[in-house]
Nanobody
């Protein structure tokens, strides 16, 4: 199995910063990409940022210039540095990995963490 554990969420005032971490563990064979998604109350889950194995990144327009995704392949960890936070960034942030496991290396699927709450006050 693959486990994703997020950390770093919390309460911050508008304009502040938070750094989210997502550590992957378990029977991981290969990871093609990792990323962050978020879901605010009454809204659909949306992509925030992704990073591929090659280091290519993709950001939602709403966070470009404010958020930065990075990874540490040795630690199998992805980070999301969030600066200039706005109240509209308030959401549960979920870590995602598109990966395969040792026991079924040809079966690519999305794995999800439990989520971490980010609350930005005005």
């Amino acid at each position: 199995q693959v486990q994703l554990v997020e950390s770093g969420g919390g309460l911050v005032q508008a304009g502040g910063s938070l750094r989210l971490s997502c550590a992957a563990s378990g029977s991981i064979f290969s990871i093609n990409a990792m990323g962050w998604y978020r879901q605010a109350p009454g809204k659909e889950r949306e992509l925030v940022a992704t990073i591929t194995r090659s280091g290519s990144t993709n950001y939602a327009d709403s966070v470009k210039g404010r958020f930065t995704i990075s990874r540490d392949y040795a630690k199998i960890t992805v980070y999301l540095q969030m600066n200039s936070l706005k109240p509209e960034d308030t959401a549960v942030y979920y870590c995602n990995a598109y990966a395969t496991e040792y026991r079924e290396i040809d079966y690519w699927r999305d794995y999800w963490g439990q989520g971490t709450q980010v609350t930005v006050s005005s």
